[in-house]
């Protein structure tokens, strides 16, 4: 069951990672090639796309690192009522 969570993530992370700049640069060129503008806007979804799957990254690593340090029990679970002094 580990190794199916595991994979999920995997996966998530390069959707997260390559779903924004393929999207980007899709959707660069059909600007350039359906209004007839220059290179600047392929460049413009190049960088767009990289900052977006820059943050994805960021965000699924930082939710990743979270999940496992739930999991990993670092801190004392919680008192009962009968345990208390």
């Given at each position: 069951?580990?190794?199916?969570?595991?994979?999920?993530?995997?996966?998530?992370?390069?959707?997260?990672?390559?779903?924004?700049?393929?999207?980007?640069?899709?959707?660069?060129?059909?600007?350039?090639?359906?209004?007839?503008?220059?290179?600047?806007v392929?460049?413009?979804?190049?960088?767009?796309?990289?900052?977006?799957?820059?943050?994805?990254?960021?965000?699924?690593l930082?939710?990743?690192?979270?999940?496992?340090?739930?999991?990993?029990?670092?801190?004392?679970?919680?008192?009962?009522?009968?345990?208390?002094?």
């Amino acid at each position: 069951m580990k190794e199916l969570t595991l994979l999920t993530w995997l996966t998530q992370l390069g959707l997260s990672v390559a779903l924004p700049l393929a999207g980007f640069i899709v959707l660069a060129l059909w600007l350039r090639s359906q209004f007839a503008l220059g290179d600047w806007v392929l460049w413009a979804g190049v960088v767009l796309g990289l900052v977006s799957a820059l943050d994805g990254l960021r965000q699924s690593l930082k939710l990743l690192i979270r999940l496992t340090r739930k999991k990993s029990g670092d801190t004392p679970p919680p008192v009962s009522y009968n345990d208390h002094d």
